[in-house]
């Protein structure tokens, strides 16, 4: 069984790949040791040389993205479902559409996330990190912590729902009177997005350090 | 008397005096052929000792002489560049010279040598026409080797070393030979030179017992007045004119053309200096200066060095690298460095402008008394990291009792055993030194030091930096995020591929012997 899932080209690829990458990481950290170069191994720089601009912009893609990911992922098992059950049992269809709302309301906050992140970033003037200043970065992390909040979030509520309402339609086509019982499975599984957007409103909502703005006109010390 | 060639004028002649018919061993044909004139030499050779018998004897023993000389000669030096053509052509017969090797430029022994030998017995006339300036180019230039004989300026004179018995090229010789010639051969004749003006030359009564050295003076182009190929096709009338007197009173002679100087001299670095074998490109050039070094107690303590020093006050970069500076008041211990370079000078600024109250910029002249940066560094412990750090604190520029302050301890540090480089240290453009308080006369002061390295702490003994932690990183910001970004995006791609080659075609329920599924058409 091993060797069968040995053989498999998939497992070879992502295996190599994963062994070059991990190899390469700790050999470039050792030599970095041994020649007494740790100290030019910075994370301080790196937070403070990259742009808040690359934060605020990764967590709004995320943000979007990881949630159609779970939304389409929880279609794709709830609508192959009905699909199949529907063979046999027509009239599950129009009754377990709901599932398949209930995964895009999943995207719909996404989206809406997306947008209201993508909002609040604005120009800001600096080059150096102490004519950026602190409000910015702040910002700018603040801005990727809500993106992939409601993004993760979003993702796995569009996996439960999918899974789910799969199992709705199936237990549907067997027993009518069992899909009422299981919609209220789907409403708890639903209401986990919805606790990512809150927390992410909450994470930019913060109004002193909502907006890149510039410094200057702020008169930050 | 034959003459070898000097190899060192070969190599420029060589190719120069080929002309249009080519190898063809033995012809003769053409004087504008060095090769072919070399070649007709040693197919004389035989010639001259058939039909002279009576003379082989004395012919080998010269030509014993003459193989001895050169041989000296070849462990001769003969290292100027600044060297004469001679040709020597004669109605009598002299004893044959091999030619020498390309390149080689023939010393004064072996022509003396070659005129002893030659001149040993008898009398003989020697017609010797000193040309002010003769080189090889001019031949090469003005000579017709390039097919267009007819153009050349030395008619009569090829046509002379053709018919002549025996003739000698030596397309360098050394100069000092050349300008005494007319010494050299009034020892080896024992007579003195005459100057003849070419005019007046039928009229001169000519003993042939006796030798005679008659030498005429010819001139070279000054470009004043004629073309220097008029000049030299002048002189090369005189030169007919007198071998046709010469021929007409039925006189055997020798005839040498040469030239006082060389009209042309190629510069030529001697090898001894340069270095043998190859060296780095990357190599650091010769003459590299030495880094400013303070001493404590004659241990060396501070170090810097940079390749510019530029400093500006008004419009006009000064730049301090290339003084040398005094270090008065610097000092040096375990927490703080500090370096003071005193420049002192008296320069005046082209224009410096100086705002007066009304904001009305009035330009004039400043003038600047001493120009004083100081590097102030400072060394701590830091406990997250557990090493000690040095920075540059701050760089205090001084010039005519105004003091600007260049804040340096953002961006220059470095653990303290190594020493900090960069290559670009600036005040206005991705400053790693931020300017300070400015007043009015100072707000235009600015800091470019190119190439700099400095140490101030962790020094040991020997006057070498440590190692260079420097300013530049091995990825920049901005490859550090296209990196992050990119890595980030083909996981994403890696995975949703792996999920899209995953989706099979359900077959669990599969039975091909079973019935085929059948699909009810109403509900």
């Known amino acids: 069984m091993l060797l069968e899932w040995m053989m498999n080209g998939h497992a070879i690829l992502y295996t190599g790949v994963t062994v070059a990458f991990w190899t390469t990481i700790l050999i470039v950290g050792i030599c970095y040791t041994i020649f007494d170069l740790g100290f030019r191994f910075d994370v301080a720089w790196f937070l403070t040389e990259t742009s808040p601009f690359m934060w605020a912009n990764l967590g709004i893609g995320l943000a979007i993205s990881l949630s159609v990911v779970g939304a389409a992922w929880g279609i794709y098992i709830t609508g192959s479902s009905i699909i199949g059950g529907g063979v046999k049992a027509p009239r599950i269809k129009t009754k377990n559409l709901v599932s398949i709302i209930f995964c895009e309301a999943v995207a719909i906050y996404g989206i809406i996330m997306a947008i209201v992140i993508s909002n609040m970033a604005e120009n800001f003037s600096g080059t150096t990190p102490e004519t950026i200043g602190a409000r910015n970065y702040q910002a700018g992390y603040s801005m990727f912590g809500a993106g992939l909040t409601v993004g993760f979030s979003n993702l796995f509520c569009g996996i439960c729902v999918g899974i789910v309402g799969s199992g709705a339609a199936l237990a549907d086509a067997q027993n009518a009177s069992l899909f009422v019982k299981i919609l209220i499975v789907e409403i708890f599984g639903s209401a986990i997005g919805l606790f990512g957007v809150i927390v992410a409103i909450l994470q930019v909502n913060n109004t002193d350090n909502l907006d890149l703005v510039n410094s200057c006109s702020k008169n930050i010390t | ?523």
């Open chain 2, 1 to 523: 008397m034959m003459r070898r060639a000097s190899a060192a004028g070969l190599q420029h002649g060589d190719k120069l005096w080929a002309g249009p018919d080519g190898l063809d061993p033995g012809a003769g044909s053409g004087f504008a052929q060095q090769h072919m004139t070399v070649s007709w030499f040693r197919s004389r050779e035989p010639h001259l000792r058939k039909s002279k018998m009576a003379r082989a004897q004395s012919r080998t023993s010269v030509r014993l002489v003459a193989f001895i000389a050169n041989l000296c000669a070849y462990f001769g030096v003969g290292r100027s560049t600044v060297q004469v053509p001679l040709l020597l052509w004669s109605t009598e017969s002299f004893p044959s010279l091999a030619s020498p090797a390309a390149g080689r430029i023939v010393p004064s022994s072996q022509l003396a040598a070659y005129l002893t030998s030659g001149f040993h017995s008898g009398s003989h006339t020697v017609l010797l026409f000193l040309q002010d300036k003769l080189s090889k180019d001019d031949f090469t230039v003005y000579g017709g080797v390039y097919g267009n004989k007819q153009d050349g300026a030395f008619l009569n004179l090829e046509a002379a070393m053709q018919s002549s018995t025996s003739s000698l090229v030596l397309p360098a010789l050394e100069w000092s030979v050349a300008s005494d010639a007319p010494a050299l051969l009034q020892e080896t004749l024992g007579v003195s030179p005459v100057l003849v003006d070419p005019d007046t030359l039928s009229d001169l009564q000519l003993n042939p017992t006796d030798s005679n050295l008659l030498y005429f003076n010819l001139p070279y182009c000054t470009g004043l007045h004629e073309s220097c190929e008029q000049v030299l096709r002048n002189n090369d009338q005189i030169i007919g004119k007198v071998l046709s007197i010469m021929k007409a009173k039925n006189i055997l002679y020798t005839a040498i053309y040469t030239g006082l100087q060389p009209s042309r001299v190629i510069p030529e670095t001697s090898m001894s200096e340069q270095r043998l074998g190859r060296s780095l490109l990357q190599a650091a050039p010769p003459g590299v200066k030495d880094p400013l070094i303070f001493n404590v107690s004659n241990t060396p303590c501070i170090m810097l060095w940079a390749q510019n020093l530029n400093v500006r006050f008004a419009t006009d970069w000064i730049d301090l690298a290339t003084e040398t500076p005094t270090l008065d008041g610097s000092l040096c211990n375990s927490t703080n460095s500090l370096l003071v370079l005193n420049y002192p000078r008296g320069i005046v600024l082209r224009e410096c402008p100086l705002l007066l109250n009304t904001s009305h910029v009035l330009k004039r002249y400043c003038v600047v008394i001493d120009i004083i940066p100081s590097f102030a560094m400072s060394q701590k412990f830091f406990p997250v990291s557990a090493r000690n750090w040095f920075s540059l604190d701050s760089v205090l520029l001084k010039s005519n009792n105004e003091t600007v302050s260049f804040d340096g301890s953002r961006g220059i540090y470095a653990p303290a055993e190594y020493s900090f480089h960069c290559m670009s240290v600036n005040s206005f453009r991705d400053a790693l030194l931020i300017r300070g308080q400015t007043s009015l006369n100072t707000s235009n002061w600015m800091l470019n030091f190119i190439d700099f390295q400095i140490q101030g702490f962790g020094l040991a003994n020997g006057t070498n930096f440590s190692y260079a932690s420097d300013c530049a990183g091995f990825f920049t910001a901005g490859i550090w995020m296209g990196l992050v970004i990119t890595l980030l995006m083909l996981w994403i791609l890696t995975y949703g591929l792996s999920m899209i080659t995953m989706v099979n075609t359900m077959d669990r329920f599969d039975d091909p012997k079973g019935p085929s599924i059948s699909v009810p058409q109403t509900e």
